[in-house]
Structures are given as C-alpha cells and as structure tokens.
C-alpha cells in the first residue's frame, strides 16, 4: 500500500516561492501504473487540484495557476516537489500530495481519481 | 472549465437516514467521476470511482449512480462514523471538485 508523506516550510513569505517535497513509500514512484498529484484546500475551504506529474517527468497543470507552478520528480529518492512562486495570501492552504492511477487505452494514456494521499501540510502565507 | 456543482451544501440527518447527495457536471463526464469523505483534520478517503465503482474496503452502505452531467451518492443507512464532508470530483478533462456537502447531525 502506498504512503505518502509532505515536507517543506510552513511559513512563507509573499512574493517568495513555495515549495513542498512528496516522498513516497511502499512502491516505487517510477511505477507506470501512477501519475502523482498535488491538490490544495484553503482553510474552511473546498479542494483544488494544482497539477499532476508521470515518472517521466510530463506535466499537468490547473490552467488558473500554470503560470506560477512547476512540479518535478526525483526518482533516485522516491520523490516529487511542487513549487509555487509570487505566493499571496490566497495561497495559505493545506498541501496535500496523492497518487492517482493511470489508465492507457487505444494509445492514450488517462488519470484517474486520487486513491493514495498524504496527511497534508498546512502552508500560510504571511510577513 | 468543467464546473462541478453539489447540494445540498448541508445536510442534517440522524444516524439510520438514507443520505442521497447531488454532484452536477456543467458538461457531460460521463462516468469520470469521484466520491470522497474528509473529516476535520484528515485527508480526503476515496469512497467511490467511476461513478458507481466501490473503492475496496469502504462499507457497501456507500453507493453512487449516475452518467453524463449528474450523479449522486447515497449512503443507505447513516452511521455516526459518516457525518463528514463530501466532495465529488471529475477526472474526464483535467480535474475540478464540487464545493462540498456538509452531513451533520440533526
């Protein structure tokens, strides 16, 4: 069964970058039957999906937030990151890091839902 | 944009109620759809997938049905581990999630 688990600061500062470690245990993130994800919720708030990554390193990325995110993957250490730049206020929410499986079918390949995810890690953006 | 759209956004019942929540798809999905529970503090836990699948392990008083633009989620008869929040969440063409339902007790 596949763990997950969020690292980073919790504190940043505005205009600074954001930036969150996934590490991943109980299987391997170069695994072809997984993409991995990022998702956020503000507090008191609903869920956002921020981007998804294949072990390959294709990215996937919420169109409203593109500009500002780039995700990669490390797979000497069973890793993925996501880092967010110019964060706002706004941007104070819980991180949350997941796995979700992937599907190939007539020569295309598609996400599913999100089936594995971490505790999450409360971000807060603030001088 | 795939808008999601639940309700309601609140839902008080007691412990014994068939719970049915509505997730509605601004453009058809069809069956590319996901049901999670959160609990204050914790992660989502996926429910269900693919609209109607049942993710292994989660009680079989969780069912979904549903195709195209809207979908429910039903619990049969509520038990006092399932007052929570639910999100759906459409996977056909990136990804959005409803707002979420609020089931709390009456």
């Known amino acids: 069964q596949l763990q997950l688990q969020e690292s980073g600061p919790g504190l940043v500062k505005p205009s600074e970058t954001l930036s969150l470690t996934c590490t991943v245990s109980g299987g391997s993130i170069s695994s072809s039957s997984y993409y991995w994800g990022w998702i956020r919720q503000p507090p008191g708030k609903g869920l956002e999906w921020i981007g998804s990554i294949y072990y390959s390193g294709s990215t996937y990325y919420n169109p409203s937030l593109k500009s500002r995110v780039t995700i990669s993957v490390d797979t000497s250490k069973n890793q993925f990151s996501l880092k967010l730049s110019s964060v706002t206020a706004a941007d104070t929410a819980v991180y949350y890091c997941?796995?979700?499986?992937?599907?190939?079918?007539?020569?295309?390949?598609?996400?599913?839902?999100?089936?594995?995810w971490g505790q999450g890690t409360l971000v807060t953006v603030s001088s | 944009d795939i808008q999601m759209t639940q309700s309601p956004s609140t839902l008080s019942a007691s412990v014994g109620d068939r719970v049915t929540i509505t997730c509605r798809a601004s453009q058809s999905i069809s069956s590319w759809l996901a049901w999670y529970q959160q609990k204050p503090g914790k992660a989502p836990k996926l429910l269900i997938y693919k609209a109607s699948s049942l993710e292994s392990g989660v009680p079989s008083r969780f069912s979904g049905s549903g195709s195209g633009t809207e979908f429910t989620l039903t619990i049969s008869s509520l038990q006092p581990d399932d007052f929570a929040t639910y999100y759906c969440q459409q996977y056909n063409i990136q990804d959005t999630f409803g707002g979420g339902t609020k089931v709390e007790i009456k």
């Open positions: 997941a796995s979700r499986p992937r599907r190939c079918s007539g020569g295309s390949c598609y996400q599913y839902y999100f089936d594995y």
